[in-house]
Antibody, heavy 126, light 107 residues
Framework: QIALKESGPTLVKPTQTLTLTCTFS??????????VGWFRQPPGEALEWLAL???????RYNPYLKSRLTIARDTSKDQVVLTMTNMDPVDTATYYC??????????????????WGQGALVTVSS | EVVMTQSPATLSVSPGERATLSCWAS??????LAWYQQKPGQAPRLLIS???TRATGIPARFSGSGSGTEFTLTISSLQSEDFAVYYC?????????FGQGTKVEIK
C-alpha cells in the first residue's frame, strides 16, 4: 500500500528557507517510470505544481519558482526533500507530496498524481 | 503555460441528479488530463487519469471524456459523499497546471 507523509516546520519567518520532507512507503523511487511531485495550495485557493523528482534523478521545476526551489532525494531513507528559499507571506499554503506514475509522451516523461500525502500547512509570518 | 479553465465555478445539484463539469485548456494537452476530488481539510483524491481512465476504487458513476482542449467530468447520479471541489489537471506541458476548481454543492 502506497503512503506518503509530509513533515517540516509549521511556521517560518519571511526570508527564511523552508525545508519539507516527504517520507514514502509502498513503492521505490528506483523503479523506472516513477516520480514524486510537490504541490501547494494556499488557503481557499487552487492547487499549484512545484516540482517533480524522477526515478533516474532528473528533476523538473515550476519555472515561476525555479530560482527558489531545490528537490532532492535521500535514497537511504525513502525520502524526497523540497527546499524553498526566501519565503514570503504569500507562500503560506498547505504543501503536498504525491506519488507520480510516469509515461513517455513521445518527448518526455509525464505523470499525474496518484497517491497524495495528507499535506503540511506552512505559515509564513514574522 | 497552459491555462486551465473550469466551468461552472459552483454547481448546485440535488442528490441523485447528474452533474457535468467542464474543463478547457488554452492549448492542446492531448489526453494528459486528470480529475481530482477534494473535500475540506483533505488531500486531493485522484478520480480520472488519461482523460477517461477511472482510478482504482473510483465508482463507475464517475466518467471522464474529451481530448485536446475540451474535457468533461460527469457524475451520473450524485451521492451525498460526492459534494466537494473538483479540479482538472494537465500534465502534458511544463509547468503542470490546474484549473481553479468547480464546487459541487447540495441544491
Amino acid at each position: 500500500q502506497i503512503a506518503l507523509k509530509e513533515s517540516g516546520p509549521t511556521l517560518v519567518k519571511p526570508t527564511q528557507t523552508l525545508t519539507l520532507t516527504c517520507t514514502f512507503s509502498g513503492f521505490s523511487l528506483s523503479t523506472s517510470e516513477v516520480g514524486v511531485g510537490w504541490f501547494r495550495q494556499p488557503p481557499g485557493e487552487a492547487l499549484e505544481w512545484l516540482a517533480l523528482f524522477y526515478w533516474d534523478d532528473d528533476k523538473r521545476y515550476n519555472p515561476y519558482l525555479k530560482s527558489r526551489l531545490t528537490i532532492a532525494r535521500d535514497t537511504s531513507k525513502d525520502q524526497v526533500v523540497l527546499t524553498m528559499t526566501n519565503m514570503d507571506p504569500v507562500d503560506t499554503a498547505t504543501y503536498y507530496c504525491a506519488h507520480t506514475p510516469l509515461v513517455y509522451s513521445g518527448s518526455y516523461y509525464v505523470g499525474y498524481s496518484q497517491h497524495w500525502g495528507q499535506g503540511a500547512l506552512v505559515t509564513v509570518s514574522s | 503555460e497552459v491555462v486551465m479553465t473550469q466551468s461552472p465555478a459552483t454547481l448546485s445539484v440535488s442528490p441523485g441528479e447528474r452533474a457535468t463539469l467542464s474543463c478547457w485548456a488554452s492549448q492542446s494537452v492531448n489526453s494528459y488530463l486528470a480529475w481530482y476530488q477534494q473535500k475540506p481539510g483533505q488531500a486531493p483524491r485522484l478520480l480520472i487519469s488519461g482523460a477517461s481512465t477511472r482510478a482504482t476504487g473510483i465508482p463507475a458513476r464517475f466518467s471522464g471524456s474529451g481530448s485536446g482542449t475540451e474535457f468533461t467530468l460527469t457524475i451520473s447520479s450524485l451521492q451525498s459523499e460526492d459534494f466537494a471541489v473538483y479540479y482538472c489537471h494537465q500534465y502534458n506541458n511544463w509547468p503542470q497546471t490546474f484549473g481553479q476548481g468547480t464546487k459541487v454543492e447540495i441544491k
